[in-house]
């Protein structure tokens, strides 16, 4: 028997309706795991956000400071300016560490953690040779992109482990915290060839040695894979919807960008309004 097509398209129809209900039915069935397997963690972002915002401020203080406009930062070992960008620093890496149990637990693949150590660290480099060509006294040898660029190619290593990134990352914080104590008592004097690895002292813009922050990151790893496990949420929080609170965090999701653009704002701003200390600065 022919089927006319007014027939076809009906029949057409009612497939493509029962594929959308099923669809649906699926996404309830699977309840809140479905959602957080294809969304983004609010609180993520937000306390993402807090950090870059704590950053900002700090970077613009202590650029004013360090151009002699205003004395706007008292480093007092232990100060509050002490603690301040340390503080910041920490946020970001506890929840880098956090963050890499997340994607992998969605992706399964270890290869985009490979690329972006990559293209970090390649950061890093960038802001190495810039900082040498306009302050060579004190230029960044191992900052917080040299950092995350290390911690994300070795990050790899430590997925598969639990508990053991809590012991291990204990562990290294322990160890870095005591070297950097000894050292600024002048018990312990650091190393030139291992700054990179545990604390030395010597005069810089930037510096992030992976004892002790690497072991913040695992601890990251262990809170990603205790609080997040196979990429969703163990516990509940309301969901945000609002549009403006929502906008307020969308800093949260872009990092590294924010990171790289504040630094030609924040220079450019105070150029306009004081050139005459942006000028010894400048190579040429």
């Not at 649906?24 to 809140?32: D, E, H, M, Q």
């Not at 945000?240 to 653009?261: D, E, Q, S, V």
């Amino acid at each position: 028997m022919a089927i006319s097509q007014p027939d076809l398209l009906l029949l057409s129809s009612s497939f493509d309706h029962a594929k959308i209900m099923l669809l649906i039915l699926t996404a309830k069935r699977a309840g809140p795991d479905w959602m957080n397997k294809h969304s983004r963690f609010w609180e993520i972002d937000l306390f993402r956000t807090i950090a870059i915002v704590m950053m900002i401020t700090f970077h613009c203080l202590y650029v004013a400071d360090y151009l002699g406009v205003a004395r706007t930062i008292d480093y007092v070992y232990h100060g509050f300016w002490w603690w301040f960008p340390r503080v910041t620093g920490g946020i970001f890496i506890f929840l880098a560490g956090l963050s890499v149990t997340i994607s992998y637990a969605r992706s399964g693949r270890v290869s985009p953690f490979l690329r972006r150590a990559l293209m970090i660290f390649a950061w890093g480099l960038a802001i190495t040779g810039i900082t040498w060509l306009i302050a060579r006294d004190n230029y960044v040898r191992f900052g917080i992109l040299h950092f995350f660029g290390i911690a994300f190619l070795l990050a790899p290593l430590f997925l598969k482990f639990r508990y053991a990134n809590l012991a291990a990352g204990a562990i290294l914080m322990a160890v870095g915290i005591a070297l950097w104590e000894g050292m600024e008592q002048g018990v312990f004097p650091g190393s030139r060839c291992l700054f990179w690895l545990i604390p030395h002292s010597f005069a810089t813009l930037d510096y992030w040695p992976l004892l002790p922050w690497l072991g913040l990151f695992l601890v990251g790893m262990f809170c990603g894979k205790t609080l997040y496990p196979d990429g969703n949420r163990r516990f509940r929080v309301p969901e945000l919807t609002n549009p403006i609170a929502l906008a307020l965090i969308l800093p949260g999701r872009y990092p590294l960008l924010i990171y790289l653009a504040q630094w030609p704002i924040i220079i450019g701003i105070f150029f306009a309004l004081y050139p005459d200390r942006i000028i010894s600065y400048l190579p040429f």
